[in-house]
């Protein structure tokens, strides 16, 4: 079994920040990509931004020059770096992770989502 855990939601004022964390565990032979993901109530989840083992980065157009994705892959750790932060930035912040249990087996894995709330 594998577990995501987040950490660092919270609330934020307009123009504020915040860095958001999430630490995979269990059991694990690799992780060959993490990202995060968010969803606004009435509103389907999408994505904000996601990152390789290797370090290739894919964000939304609409959040680029706002938010930085990075990775630890020591500590199998993703990272999002959330800057300039908008009351439409508010949701609920899912991490993901493709990890591989073994050589030949992979599965996606969603922590429980942290929330983002920025006020006016």
């Known amino acids: 079994q594998v577990r995501l855990v987040e950490s660092g939601g919270g609330l934020v004022q307009a123009g504020g920040s915040l860095r958001l964390s999430c630490a995979a565990s269990g059991s694990i032979f690799r992780i060959n990509a993490m990202g995060w993901y968010r969803q606004a109530p009435g509103k389907q989840r999408e994505l904000v931004a996601t990152i390789t083992s290797d370090g290739s980065t894919n964000y939304a157009d609409s959040l680029k020059g706002r938010f930085t994705i990075s990775r630890d892959n020591a500590k199998n750790t993703v990272y999002l770096q959330m800057n300039s932060l908008k009351p439409e930035d508010t949701a609920v912040y899912y991490c993901?992770?493709?990890?591989?249990?073994?050589?030949?087996?992979?599965?996606?894995?969603w922590g429980q989502g942290t929330q983002v709330t920025v006020s006016s």
């Open positions: 993901n992770a493709y990890v591989l249990r073994t050589w030949y087996l992979g599965d996606d894995y």
